[in-house]
């Protein structure tokens, strides 16, 4: 749940100065096969490359995935960015057939579930 994964990774990155992307990767009966750091970017933006995580995903033969990050402004409200790279990632996800469960944000003693708001 995203109440569960925000509480197992607030105290690591809501005081990061950097956003910080992490990728888990859970077999079929939703459980953790690995954990990904894919990009550690500027204070206010991170790249993702798409293609590397399919990559990762594919090589552990992941069903599912979740998607997390930081706001070091504390605020985690979705930017247009974090809402395109959902959308992004949930249109790549129907082609490998690994489906992505949600992209949680993480503020400073709060965080968003896009699953939760609708956009996975």
């Known amino acids: ?22 990728l888990l990767l859970l077999d079929g009966r939703h459980r953790l096969m690995k954990e990904i750091l894919l990009s550690k970017g500027t204070a206010n933006s ?14 552990c033969e992941a069903v599912y995935m979740i998607l ?6 504390g605020y985690p409200e979705p ?6 790279l959902t ?18 944000i993480i503020g400073d003693g709060e965080f968003a579930s896009l699953n939760q708001n609708g956009l996975v």
């Not at 930017?79 to 395109?84: C, E, G, H, L, V």
């Open 68 to 73: 997390i990050h930081n706001h070091p402004s």
């Open 1 to 22: 749940s995203p109440d569960y994964i925000a509480a197992y990774y607030m105290e690591d990155m809501r005081h990061l100065s950097v956003e910080k992307v992490m």
């Open 79 to 84: 930017s247009d960015a974090d809402i395109n």
């Open 46 to 59: 991170s790249w993702v490359p798409v293609r590397n995580i399919f990559v990762e995903a594919l090589r």
């Open 87 to 104: 959308r992004q990632f949930t249109r790549a996800t129907s082609f490998f057939d690994i489906r992505l469960l949600d992209h949680v």
